[in-house]
């Protein structure tokens, strides 16, 4: 009798999760080093998804940065890839030229003009649009008022020759490494400084400009206003090295000032925050654009679609860059929120750098060479950075590495 | 009574369960992977066309791909050293003193602990500020202040010796505890013999440890080797591959999760390692194997 009762008890509780896993399709999504923090957020849009989607369910899981391309390529393998995952601009046109990503013309239609042209632009491949452009940030710059105070600097450097000849004051007066700019990417710093890499099919960055706009980089570096170990000092690196104060300034996205405000309040409190300097290239430096994409494969790309364009809506936008206080929404509507423009006279270091950045917003292109410009682009960029790190470092004159790689480069493009 | 069939029916039901694991995940991959090599594989729909030894002769012409093997060659040089040192600290802590399961212990952690944290306590140990350079330079073997700061892993032209130093680190418990197996299967009497005959320590060594524990010499140079030739995750942690550390097995890591997510490339150039370590292992055991 009693097992009897626990049958149907169980038979009815294993039809009805059956009926309900019927009933829901459900759409997994990938983000990007956003839990725990975000938690709140994510929890209220999912909800919301789902009360106005009957039928489909959403569903969030947050990934390292590093570990979600290697469980998309075994997913997408295994034939079981995610709804949507949070890609960065060089993923999407990596994803895209080779065909792992669904194109999203058909499913954007009318919607497509609410984003902004930028960030259409950086994530078009072909002619084609590959992502739903998420959050923007550019870079700032915040730096340690008591060390710069020491240092006899008396504000903030307002062009790149001002940064490199404050940093050199910096260091030469306190001792301090000034800054740690990243390194890992040296084609976006050319671009940055408005100096050409590719012209008619040929690398032509060993030019006397080029060299001595890496000399720069050589000279701080052997000056010490840069890290010895500058080239492995990534966003989270960076952040542990402004928070225990043993660089002046710090030089990358608004949203690393939460992290100084909740590790290192007594830092965060002495922190003065100003606009990353344009250079030549006339481009907001450090714009990194954040995007959803839908891997091929995928089990329903409009349903997929949906939950994309909810997630990059103005509301969700605003409310997102409201959860970060450090980034920007990438719709055109979006940006115009009074909350952006508020907090410019805010005493607040992350409310000033949110004004600051927002400024930049305009100009803000994620840097990139052009998709497919390049054959083999990862052994072509390991080279360039190999040798640019050589150069800085000081174990090779500039002009010699640079002039290797152009050789390596352009013997690849011509075939 | 049992029959000697039904012997060997229980025997391959008692093999079944390994077997059957090491076909779904040795064999098989094994055999898919020597299959991709010669196909180009797309990632989006699953299919894969044969290519006439395309890969094979694009890694044969890849600058990339030579340096990579080069740096596993190099990384061979490990293979000598750290089977000398487990084979004389086995030997040290194969004496009957008080402690000595301390200090074996000792020796076995690193084996123990996960690959990725120790990277990076290593990682720490390796920063230009970190604890390496502060020690040599409280030794006064480097010289005081920021000259005597090295970048151990960022300098190209010792960066691999430095991660060779970690899987020395992480490696010398393995064979120390494979070593003590050995030299604890040595009777005494030939020990005490050859002291009575007036051998001294370095004769004992030579002429008795070594050639009994030849065959366990032979496991462990070929498991050094292979794992040698396979360096690849403290390659990931602890340079991701900068600094002239790239490995092949990085180079097949990144050509397939890399950028490139061609996984028929990566699969050529996992043969030819695979090759490599064939090869390897035919010539260890001419050397220590037994002469028929």
Redesign the interface.
């Known amino acids: 009798m009693k097992l009897k009762k626990m049958l149907a008890v169980g038979a009815v509780v294993f039809g009805f999760a059956a009926l309900q896993a019927q009933a829901d399709t459900e759409l997994e999504f990938w983000t990007m080093n956003l839990a725990p923090k975000f938690n709140g957020y994510f929890d209220q849009a999912v909800t919301k998804f789902n009360a106005t989607n009957p039928g489909l369910k959403a569903k969030w899981v947050d990934l390292n940065w590093d570990q979600i391309?290697?469980k998309l390529?075994a997913a997408?393998?295994a034939?079981n890839p995610p709804s949507l995952v949070n890609f960065n601009v060089p993923w999407v046109h990596?994803?895209a030229a080779?065909?792992?990503l669904v194109a999203l013309d058909q499913y954007l239609g009318a919607d497509k003009n609410n984003y902004s042209n930028a960030a259409l632009k950086d994530v078009t491949v072909g002619g084609k649009v590959y992502a739903f452009p998420w959050y923007n940030s550019v870079s700032i710059i915040a730096y340690n008022k008591d060390i710069l105070a020491k240092a006899g600097v008396k504000s903030a450097p307002k062009t790149f020759e001002e940064l490199v000849s404050t940093g050199k004051q910096i260091t030469a007066k306190t001792g301090v490494p000034a800054f740690a700019p990243k390194l890992g990417n040296f084609v976006g710093w050319f671009y940055y400084a408005g100096l050409p890499v590719l012209e008619n099919g040929k690398a032509v960055f060993n030019s006397p400009k080029h060299v001595a706009f890496v000399q720069k980089f050589a000279d701080l570096y052997k000056a010490?206003v840069l890290?010895?170990?500058v080239?492995?000092v990534e966003f989270e690196q960076e952040i542990a090295l402004y928070n225990s104060g043993k660089i002046a300034m710090l030089t990358t996205a608004p949203q690393a000032l939460k992290r100084t405000e909740t590790d290192a309040k007594a830092i965060y409190d002495k922190t003065g925050v100003a606009k990353f300097p344009e250079d030549a290239g006339k481009q907001a430096f450090g714009a990194w654009l954040m995007d959803f994409v839908i891997p091929?494969?995928s089990k329903d790309p409009a349903a997929a679609a949906k939950l994309g364009k909810f997630l990059t809506g103005d509301e969700q936008q605003v409310l997102f860059s409201k959860a970060t206080e450090t980034t920007f929404p990438s719709t055109k509507k979006g940006n115009l929120d009074p909350y952006f423009q508020d907090g410019a006279k805010s005493p607040d270091a992350v409310n000033q750098a949110r004004a600051v950045a927002a400024k930049s917003m305009d100009n803000a292109r994620t840097l990139y060479l052009p998709p497919g410009a390049l054959p083999?682009?990862?052994?072509l960029t390991?080279?360039l950075?190999?040798e640019v790190?050589?150069a800085i470092?000081g174990?090779k004159p500039v002009k010699a590495a640079l002039d290797e790689v152009v050789a390596?480069w352009n013997e690849k493009l011509a075939k | 009574m049992k029959t000697s069939s039904s012997y060997t029916a229980i025997a391959y039901l008692f093999l079944a369960p390994a077997l059957i694991l090491m076909g779904i995940f040795t064999f098989w991959p094994v055999g898919f992977n020597t299959y991709l090599a010669f196909q180009d594989y797309?990632?989006?729909?699953?299919t894969s066309t044969w290519n006439n030894f395309a890969h094979f002769k694009y890694i044969a012409g890849?600058?990339?791909f030579h340096n990579a093997l080069k740096n596993s060659v190099l990384y061979l040089l490990i293979v000598p050293v750290i089977q000398l040192s487990a084979l004389i600290v086995a030997k040290l802590v194969n004496n009957k003193l008080p402690a000595m399961t301390f200090f074996r212990a000792v020796y076995y952690i690193p084996v123990i602990t996960a690959i990725s944290i120790a990277a990076v306590v290593w990682s720490n140990v390796y920063?230009?500020?970190g604890l390496l350079s502060w020690f040599l330079q409280a030794l006064h073997i480097l010289p005081q202040g920021?000259d005597g700061?090295i970048?151990w892993?960022?300098?190209?032209h010792i960066a691999l010796y430095m991660v060779m130093l970690f899987t020395f680190w992480k490696g010398i418990g393995y064979y120390m505890v494979l070593y003590l197996a050995g030299l604890q299967a040595i009777p005494a009497e030939v020990e005490e013999a050859a002291i009575l005959d007036g051998a001294n320590v370095f004769q004992r060594f030579w002429k008795i440890t070594v050639p009994m524990v030849k065959p366990t010499i032979l496991l462990c140079t070929l498991l050094c080797t292979i794992a040698a030739m396979k360096a690849f995750q403290e390659v990931v942690v602890l340079t991701k591959?900068?600094?002239?550390t790239?490995t092949a097995l990085f180079y097949v890591y990144?050509?397939?999760?890399?950028?490139?997510?061609n996984?028929g490339r990566a699969a050529a150039a996992g043969v030819v390692v695979t090759f490599f370590c064939m090869i390897l292992a035919i010539i260890q055991f001419r050397f220590f194997g037994d002469k028929k």
């Open positions: 391309q290697p390529v997408i393998a034939g990596e994803f080779q065909g792992n010490g890290p010895k170990d080239f492995k091929k494969g083999d682009e990862a052994a390991k080279k950075q190999d790190q050589s470092e174990r390596a | 797309s990632l989006a729909d699953g890849e600058e990339l920063k230009y500020d920021q700061q970048d892993l960022g300098n190209p591959g900068q600094s002239d790239y990144d050509q397939g999760f890399g950028s490139n997510h996984f």
